[in-house]
């Protein structure tokens, strides 16, 4: 099974940083990548696929590179409402795994 | 417009079973692999099974083989996932989420593009 392993577990950042969220894959996946943004109370929402493709209706703010077992989000920007908890997934293999997040919080 | 409602969470002993219902619309379920997700309360998510979208075939997150079982009837646009023996570790807001293939040019992969609301399993004597 893939163990996905993501950095940092919680990050505090201001309105307007910039941050980048890193995951790593105990194995090769390709680009087989995803990442998720989840708000309290809600379910996940997809951000980026394929690594480094934006989901549509996704603030170009976000973006996603890395291939292999290195993968990374970033937010160029930081905007009030990007204040979340982020996973990476993967989608090489089954079982699907998640990165255990990266808490997002407003220094 | 897709739409995945859960439902049949609730409060339960431990050992006892339960069955989530994940009923599908706006979309052609049978088309479709469809996930659960569970999240603990203040915990990540956790994969727990899938099913084919023609329902031949499954698999299921190891800690939870032989207790938990994945079905779905696509003439009535439903995901079920049967819990039995059910642990107070397994006291989560379970999520079905819908699996597309990717489309970027090239190997992209799936991803979850729909998720239903969640409903809330709570093992508890």
């Known amino acids: 099974d893939i163990q996905m392993t993501q950095s940092p577990s919680s990050l505090s950042a201001s309105v307007g940083d910039r941050v980048t969220i890193t995951c790593r894959a105990s194995?090769?996946?390709?680009?087989?990548l995803n990442w998720y943004q989840q708000k309290p109370g809600n379910p996940p929402n997809l951000l980026i696929y394929?690594?480094?493709t934006l989901q549509g209706g996704v603030p170009s703010r976000f973006s996603g590179s890395g291939s292999g077992t290195d993968f990374s989000l970033t937010i160029s920007s930081l905007q009030p409402e990007d204040f979340a908890t982020y996973y990476c997934?993967?989608?090489?293999?089954?079982?699907?795994?998640f990165g255990q997040g990266t808490k997002l919080e407003i220094k | 417009q897709v739409q995945l409602v859960e439902s049949g969470g609730g409060v339960v002993q431990p050992g006892k079973s339960l069955r989530l219902s994940c009923a599908a619309s706006?979309?052609?379920?049978?088309?479709?692999?469809v996930h659960w997700v569970r999240q603990a309360p203040g915990k990540g998510l956790e994969w727990v099974a899938v099913?084919?979208?023609?329902?031949?075939?499954?698999d299921y997150a190891d800690s939870l083989k032989g207790r938990f079982t994945i079905s779905r009837d696509n003439s009535k646009n439903t995901l079920y996932l049967q819990m039995n023996n059910l642990r107070v570790e397994d006291t989560a807001v379970y999520y079905c989420?819908?699996?597309?293939?990717?489309?970027?040019?090239?190997?992209?992969?799936?991803?979850?593009?729909?998720w239903g609301q969640g409903t809330l399993v709570t093992v508890s004597s």
């Open positions: 099913i084919w979208y023609d329902g031949s075939n499954k």
């Open positions: 194995q090769s996946i390709s680009t087989h």
């Open positions: 706006g979309f052609t379920f049978s088309n479709y692999g």
């Open positions: 394929a690594a480094s």
């Open positions: 997934q993967q989608s090489y293999s089954s079982p699907r795994s």
């Open positions: 989420a819908r699996e597309d293939l990717a489309y970027c040019g090239g190997d992209c992969g799936y991803y979850f593009d729909y």
